[in-house]
DNA sequence: CTTAGGG
DNA sequence: CCCTAAG
């Protein structure tokens, strides 16, 4: 089958979804799925190219496992409100998911992965999947997914996510997504059956292939349905996320981090499975639930969003957030800094002296997306305390010290000098304080290596 | 806008 | 890390 059908099929899916139309809709909701669209897109494009040439499954698999780790994260974070009173959508739900299935099954991945579910399918439907259904079917089970009656013509992504809902809704009893999907796979042949009619499906087309905005790609019409006012509380979360999302976007290079949230969906997975009663237990894994995540997270900390220059070896976590559950803030966690890391930092203050945190990140740091020259300061903050901390320490408590975390000799004591120059904390006294004026002569006798110090022309 | 300093 | 004041 060639991405046409599916498309086809996808655009009559959603002329269905439309024609019903539950109205409704979450305009958030919608517009955060948008957003995980779009970051996926590229994995569109990947996926188109499978389609075409059932080859080179695997050489996406990682990629997508990125990508889908990071919808995952935001999938997770996003509430989509449950499904919950609507019958009337059961079958175009069943319809999405049949697409879904087809689409596996033409990527030819294992339909039934169980807990990984969807390495090698596109991400989307992974995202899709697992976030509605965790969503959907364990977070909120009360309220009605009126982001998904919006009929966004672009969305591979969000049929899925409907399907998924919708599976869950109905069948209750198949808390697995390995039943579901084996239905899926036995309903894509009536899928074919579909004839297909809407313009949607240029729209879609479109989106795949320029993985551009999701919204442009919108029909007017459909955009018209599309106005609701949302909640404030959506709203603020939508710009939250909105801002966010962006930045990960832009650098592109910047893998996406969030491995963290891939176990979470595991976990939440097997909560669902484990708890088939639905409803009542669905409480209880919301509830429950963050809180393996979080630990998970921990565990497994892994290396991400470090690019060429950082330095690959040294796996900082990344991850780690404490509270992410709702929508990611502002990164708001703090990307411990990993040693070749406070090594640059100690050179470049070396090199370009201390105030200049906007250099060294500049020069140093250019590739490190987060770490701003603020955080450099507040890094280089906590290295003069520490060392100092160390100098007064006894032998005893050092070494406690040296077992906790690995601060190389040679970088303390480079720290240190450092820190006898510059008096960043104006510690008590400043006793160098000197230096930072009158600096030269200081420096040059103390080691040539700090020389530039403060140098470098003070603006 | 960038730093410094405090929370 | 975050926020705010100051240059």
Request: charged share 50%.
């Given at each position: 089958m060639n991405r046409e059908e599916y498309l086809r099929k996808c655009s009559n899916m959603k002329c269905q979804r439309v024609d019903e139309s539950y109205v409704p809709a979450l305009q958030d909701e919608v517009m955060e799925v948008e957003h995980l669209l779009a970051e996926p897109r590229n994995d569109h494009a990947s996926l188109d190219g499978c389609l075409d040439s059932h080859t080179t499954l695997n050489d996406k698999d990682d990629l997508e496992l990125e990508v889908l780790d990071g919808l995952l994260d935001d999938v997770e974070i996003d509430d989509l409100e449950g499904t919950d009173g609507f019958s009337g959508a059961c079958e175009e739900y069943l319809l999405d998911f049949e697409f879904a299935g087809k689409f596996e099954e033409v990527l030819g991945s294992d339909p039934f992965e169980g807990s990984l579910l969807q390495n090698s399918s596109s991400e989307s439907h992974s995202s899709g999947l697992s976030g509605s259904s965790i969503v959907g079917g364990v977070l909120e089970s009360t309220k009605v997914p009126i982001a998904q009656s919006e009929c966004k013509n672009d969305s591979l992504d969000e049929t899925v996510t409907y399907e998924s809902h919708g599976t869950f809704r109905n069948n209750p009893s198949q808390p697995s997504k390995v039943n579901c999907r084996y239905n899926i796979s036995l309903d894509i042949q009536h899928l074919q059956g579909l004839d297909n009619d809407c313009q949607v499906a240029s729209g879609l087309l479109t989106c795949k292939k320029e993985k551009g905005l999701v919204e442009k790609c919108q029909p007017a019409a459909l955009r018209e349905k599309r106005f609701r006012k949302p909640t404030q509380r959506y709203i603020e979360e939508f710009s939250d996320s909105r801002s966010k999302e962006k930045v990960p976007t832009a650098d592109t290079k910047a893998k996406h981090s969030s491995d963290s949230s891939c176990n979470v969906f595991h976990i939440r997975i097997k909560a669902l499975k484990e708890s088939p009663s639905e409803k009542s237990s669905n409480e209880n894994s919301d509830l429950i639930l963050p809180e393996l995540q979080v630990s998970k997270g921990r565990l497994k900390k892994e290396e991400l969003e470090y690019d060429e220059e950082s330095f690959p070896s040294e796996s900082e976590d990344g991850c780690s957030t404490t509270k992410r559950s709702r929508r990611n803030d502002r990164r708001k966690h703090q990307k411990m800094w990993t040693l070749p890391e406070v090594m640059k930092l100690v050179e470049g203050i070396s090199e370009y002296g201390v105030g200049r945190w906007t250099d060294i990140k500049r020069f140093l740091f250019s590739s490190s997306s987060y770490r701003t020259p603020i955080d450099l300061r507040d890094k280089w903050r906590n290295l003069l305390r520490a060392s100092s901390a160390q100098k007064n320490k006894t032998e005893a408590e050092q070494n406690d010290e040296l077992a906790l975390r690995p601060l190389p000799f040679n970088v303390v004591h480079r720290v240190r000098e450092l820190a006898k120059i510059h008096p960043y904390p104006r510690?008590?006294?400043?006793?160098?304080?000197?230096v930072s004026q009158a600096g030269s002569f200081v420096i040059a006798k103390d080691s040539?290596?700090?020389?530039s110090v403060r140098r470098k022309k003070c603006t």
């Open positions: 510690q008590r006294g400043s006793k160098k304080s000197r040539p290596s700090k020389r």
